[in-house]
């Protein structure tokens, strides 16, 4: 079956430009998760969506970031003038939830350098 | 502040060895844990997960132990293969804070042929 997907797999932009990240979560989940991880570190948090609920946004780092899930299935993260800090992998997973198990699975990230 | 993090950067075994990659947690609301493995390029991989009402978990070669005492975790790999070198990085799920996953640093695991 199709696990996570996202897109680009590779996003090299100049600093100041808009960027767009895109996340096909598993198909039936419910619950789709934004992290982010620089070089040689672990993942940060960055926005949760779980059905029509309202998203927990705690974790993006500024108000350039923002991210939007249409029809509980794809979203999309969005960077605004971008910084060249914003560098890094960005991770989509999603979890069904089933159970109350919060077992995420993740897709293979987007690369995004800001030069 | 609160973090979970991993006693050590590195670790380096023989092929055919255990190996044992430790976690800890600050944080005794924390109800679910889970280990993952990362490849590089690649997305964490799910490996196995432990609810806080268990103190110990097998898998596939695998053995996840939780000891809610001292705030403790650790990965068990039986029978190290090459494969399994890779990044391997523990995760909390705190129950009054959602679905979000809190990771640790990572433990680089390297496998000697």
């Known amino acids: 079956g199709a696990g996570v997907s996202q897109s680009p797999s590779n996003k090299v932009t100049e600093k100041g430009k808009d960027v767009e990240l895109r996340c096909d979560p598993i198909?039936?989940?419910?619950?789709l998760y934004w992290y982010r991880q620089s070089l040689g570190q672990g993942l940060e948090f960055l926005i949760y969506?779980?059905?029509?609920?309202?998203?927990?946004k705690s974790g993006l780092p500024s108000d350039r970031f923002s991210a939007e899930r249409t029809g509980g299935s794809v979203s999309t993260l969005t960077i605004q003038r971008t910084q060249q800090e914003d560098s890094a992998v960005y991770l989509c997973?999603?979890?069904?939830?089933?159970?109350?198990?919060?077992?995420?699975?993740f897709g293979p990230g987007t690369r995004l350098t800001v030069t | 502040g609160e973090s979970v993090g991993l006693h050590l950067p590195t670790l380096s075994v023989q092929e055919g060895d255990n190996s044992i990659i430790n976690c800890a947690y600050s944080?005794?609301?924390?109800?679910?844990f889970i280990w993952y493995k990362q490849e590089s390029g690649k997305g964490p991989q799910f490996i196995i997960d432990?609810?806080?009402?268990?103190d110990k978990r097998q898998g596939q070669r695998v053995t996840v132990l939780l000891n809610k005492t001292v705030k403790h975790l650790s990965l068990q790999i039986a029978a190290t293969q090459p494969g399994d070198s890779a990044v391997y990085f523990c995760?909390?799920?705190?129950?009054?804070?959602?679905?979000?996953?809190?990771f640790g640093q990572g433990t680089e695991l390297s496998v000697k042929p």
């Open positions: 997973a999603s979890s069904s939830l089933a159970g109350g198990i919060n077992e995420q699975y």
């Open positions: 995760a909390e799920n705190r129950g009054n804070q959602g679905g979000k996953l809190i």
């Open positions: 944080n005794s609301a924390s109800d679910y």
């Open positions: 432990i609810r806080s009402n268990m």
């Open positions: 198909s039936g989940h419910t619950a």
């Open positions: 969506f779980q059905g029509n609920s309202a998203p927990d």
